[in-house]
């Protein structure tokens, strides 16, 4: 059985007349109706959740022969697993050299989301690219597999920062940020 309730219009009057002998601030109001909402144990709508715009078939192809285009070898090898593995921003620039496994296919995740360890596979058809990609850093005594010029771990923001802009050069006017690449793998 439900009730009829007032009007919001009509009840705000009703409230008025018993707050106007107050004298009442905005500060004042703002309290009253703090505890007004604990009383009738009343909380904020939760927000919708929304599905993430993935990218189609051709965005993913038009990124990839944006990236490919501009040929820095570090970005392909980087935004190539990025996309056949599916791992996080963090997991990925914090693999170090030894955490490649070119003989079994799989990359060793260690204290990723959960501080937990875990092998992701990467494809047979990676592997001879990711093989001299590793010598490469090998010769030139890093110790992550991606690292920047001053021989420290990529950030996950410039991660973000690289997939966002070969997104725009790809022309691909949704946001494309790395989680993309970890809905579309799976």
């Given amino acids: 059985m439900m009730t009829s309730r007032l009007a ?16 009442p601030d905005y500060h004042y ?8 909402r604990e009383f009738l144990q009343v909380g904020p709508a939760p927000s919708p959740k929304r ?12 990124f990839y022969d944006a990236v490919w285009t501009v040929q820095h070898l570090t970005h392909v090898i980087m935004l190539k697993l990025l996309l056949v593995t599916g791992v996080r921003n963090a997991e990925l620039v914090h693999l170090r050299l030894t955490d490649v496994d070119l003989h079994a ?20 058809s990676l592997r001879g690219e ?7 850093q090998r010769g030139q005594g890093a110790t992550y597999l991606f690292e920047s010029r001053r021989h420290r771990p990529y950030s996950t923001r410039r991660l973000r920062q690289l997939v966002a ?5 790809a022309g691909i006017e949704k946001r494309v940020y790395p989680h993309l690449f970890r809905n579309a793998s799976t």
Avoid: C, N, W
């Avoid at 599905?51 to 038009?62: F, H, N, Q």
């Avoid at 990711?130 to 490469?136: G, H, I, P, S, T």
């Avoid at 802009?165 to 050069?169: S, T």
């Fill in 51 to 62: 599905l993430p715009a993935l990218l189609t078939e051709a965005e993913l192809v038009a």
């Fill in 165 to 169: 802009q070969y997104g725009r050069a």
């Fill in 130 to 136: 990711l093989a001299q990609y590793v010598d490469r």
């Fill in 29 to 36: 109001l703002k309290k009253v109706f703090q505890y007004t």
């Fill in 105 to 124: 296919g799989h990359l060793r995740i260690v204290q990723g989301k959960g501080h937990k360890d875990r092998e992701v596979l990467f494809p047979r």
């Fill in 8 to 23: 919001p219009k009509v009840m705000a009057s009703q409230l008025v007349r018993v707050l106007r002998r107050q004298h």
